[in-house]
């Protein structure tokens, strides 16, 4: 599940990442320091959104400002330091209300919240539509790349790995072809089979055939044995391991 982090502490943005990875079923997707940068970006990506972590206080006002410029509608846990906008918070699509200094197990108890949430919301709403249970979110098939002039359809059954490469997203076939693709890392992760796909760390999406083997590496990651010719390593973030490792045993 996709997570936003809205905090103009840097530190403690980076240390509410590491916390919310340690769950494998949650990935951290972009960091914003700005009421004006948030509201630029949900309004390209909230839909590929699940949670939402937001301060209140940040350097360019408070993150309330955020409801009066566009349409929140994805779940947010509120981090700050303050105790006094609880009510407000409630108002704004607030679940959770966490105090800083924040425990880790704090933010793990949030994220707990949420999926019960979700499950309860799931659970609900799946009877009255038993007749489309069997339908599954329709993935992509095909992505459209750039060769000199010519737009060419790659089929994901073609592609080894999608990663990012000075800012820039492309695809790897199995073949050795590199292309540029004009998407975010982030929305090809959305719409790609995650049953096929990995995000192993924020720089790389994997094909599940790619993968002969791994071995150990440094500081608790794994570095990946492919079956294609690929010249950079490979690496699973340590956040990512023990979910990367379940994820091929299904």
């Not at 924020?202 to 608790?220: D, H, K």
Request: contains cysteine; neutral net charge.
């Amino acid at each position: 599940m996709n997570v936003l982090i809205v905090e103009d502490e840097l530190h403690t943005a980076s240390l509410l990442q590491e916390i919310i990875e340690q769950d494998g079923d949650f990935i951290v997707t972009q960091k914003l320091e700005s009421i004006r940068e948030t509201v630029q970006y949900l309004s390209k990506y909230q839909q590929n959104l699940d949670l939402l972590f937001f301060d209140i206080e940040l350097a360019d006002g408070r993150s309330f400002e955020i409801f009066k410029h566009i349409d929140v509608i994805v779940p947010i846990v509120f981090c700050t330091a303050y105790d006094d906008y609880t009510l407000q918070a409630i108002k704004n699509n607030g679940i959770d209300y966490v105090l800083k200094p924040f425990k880790e197990g704090e933010i793990h108890d949030a994220l707990r919240k949420y999926k019960k949430l979700l499950a309860n919301l799931n659970r609900k709403t799946s009877a009255p539509i038993h007749i489309s249970t069997e339908q599954e979110k329709p993935f992509q098939r095909n992505f459209l790349t750039q060769y000199r002039e010519k737009t060419i359809v790659k089929g994901v059954e073609e592609i080894a790995l999608f990663y990012v490469e000075s800012e820039a997203v492309y695809l790897y076939t199995f073949k050795g072809e590199k292309f540029p693709l004009f998407k975010k890392l982030e929305y090809i992760e959305s719409v790609c089979n995650p049953g096929q796909f990995f995000r192993i760390n924020r720089q790389m999406l994997i094909n599940r055939s790619a993968v002969m083997g791994f071995e150990p590496y440094f500081n608790r990651k794994i570095i990946l044995q492919l079956n294609f010719k690929f010249d950079d390593k490979v690496i699973v973030s340590r956040l990512k391991v023990s979910a990367f490792k379940n994820w091929l045993e299904q």
